[in-house]
C-alpha cells in the first residue's frame, strides 16, 4: 500500500512534510481536507480526532505531528537525501532548530492568523501586535544564528529546513523581513529556490486568497 497524507496545500505544517517527501522523491496519495471532499475528512477524523493535520497514513500505521513524520520517513522509507544527521550531538542541532522555527516563527504566525479569522478587528490588531513582537526577537536571533551557513545547520538541508521554508515564508508575509537582517533575507530567498518548496509554493498558490491578513503580490 503506497503512503497518504491527509492535508491542505496551503497549510505550513502540510508543506513541511511535503517538503521533505518532494526531497527524496517518495511516492505517497496526496488527500486534500476540505468542504469538496468530506469523505477525506471522515477518513482522517476516524483515525486522527484530535483534528490536526498533515496525518501519515502508511499501511495500518497512522503517523501524526510533522517532525515525528519526518523523521519517520527517514526510519521506514529512507531515500537520497538524510534529513536528520546519523551524528548525534548534529541531529540534536537540528532537532532544535526545527522546533524554533515550529514555535517561535510559525506559532507567532498562526496567532495573528487566529486573530483575523475572528473577524474582529481589535482582536485582528492584538494578534498581529503579538506576532510582530515575537518575529522580531526571532528574525534578530536566526540572523546571528545563519552567518556562514547555507541551510538552518549548515552545508545540507535537513528536517530544521523543511521547518523554516514555510514558517518564514508566511512569517514574511505577516511582518516583513526587514533590510536589517540581510542574512535572514537571503536564507528565505534561497528556501524559495530550492525545488522541494518551490513545489509545495506553486500547488498552493491558488489559495492565496484565503490568507486572513493578506497575501502580498510576491514569492
Same mark, same amino acid.
Given at each position: ?30 488527500? =486534500?481536507?476540505?468542504? #469538496? ?5 471522515? #477518513? ?8 490536526? %493535520?498533515?496525518?501519515?497514513? !502508511?499501511? &495500518? ?24 544527521? +546519523? #551524528?548525534?550531538?548534529?541531529?540534536? !542541532? ?5 522546533? %524554533? ?8 504566525? *498562526? ?6 479569522? =475572528? ?11 503579538? +506576532?510582530? &513582537?515575537?518575529? #522580531? ?5 536566526? &540572523?546571528? *544564528?545563519?552567518? /556562514?551557513?547555507?541551510?538552518?545547520a549548515g552545508a545540507d538541508f535537513t528536517? +530544521? ?10 512569517? !514574511? ?15 528565505? +530567498?534561497?528556501?524559495? =529556490? ?8 506553486? &500547488?498552493?498558490?491558488? %489559495?492565496?486568497?484565503? %490568507?486572513?491578513? /493578506? ?5
Amino acid at each position: 500500500m503506497s503512503l497518504v497524507v491527509y492535508g491542505h496545500p496551503f497549510s505550513s505544517y502540510t508543506q513541511k512534510v511535503l517538503i521533505a517527501l518532494y526531497e527524496n522523491g517518495t511516492p505517497f496519495e496526496f488527500r =486534500t481536507l476540505g468542504p #469538496e471532499t468530506p469523505q477525506h475528512s471522515a #477518513e482522517w477524523l476516524r483515525r486522527w480526532p484530535l483534528r490536526k %493535520f498533515p496525518l501519515l497514513v !502508511d499501511g &495500518e500505521r497512522d503517523v501524526a505531528e510533522t517532525s515525528i513524520i519526518i523523521e519517520y520517513l527517514q526510519l521506514v522509507h529512507p531515500g537520497p537525501v538524510r534529513l536528520l544527521p +546519523a #551524528e548525534p550531538m548534529a541531529a540534536l !542541532d537540528v532537532r532544535f532548530l526545527d522546533r %524554533f522555527f515550529d514555535l517561535h516563527v510559525m506559532s507567532p504566525v *498562526q496567532h495573528a492568523v487566529g486573530g483575523a479569522l =475572528t473577524g474582529d478587528p481589535v482582536k485582528r490588531r492584538e494578534g498581529v501586535a503579538f +506576532a510582530v &513582537e515575537k518575529l #522580531e526577537r526571532a528574525y534578530a536571533w536566526l &540572523e546571528g *544564528q545563519l552567518a /556562514g551557513r547555507t541551510w538552518a545547520a549548515g552545508a545540507d538541508f535537513t528536517l +530544521a529546513d523543511c521547518a523554516a521554508a514555510p514558517s518564514l515564508f508566511y512569517a !514574511d508575509w505577516t511582518h516583513r523581513i526587514s533590510e536589517a537582517y540581510p542574512v535572514l533575507r537571503a536564507y528565505r +530567498a534561497r528556501l524559495l =529556490t530550492r525545488p522541494s518548496f518551490a513545489r509545495a509554493v506553486e &500547488e498552493a498558490r491558488p %489559495f492565496r486568497p484565503l %490568507f486572513p491578513l /493578506g497575501a502580498p503580490d510576491r514569492d
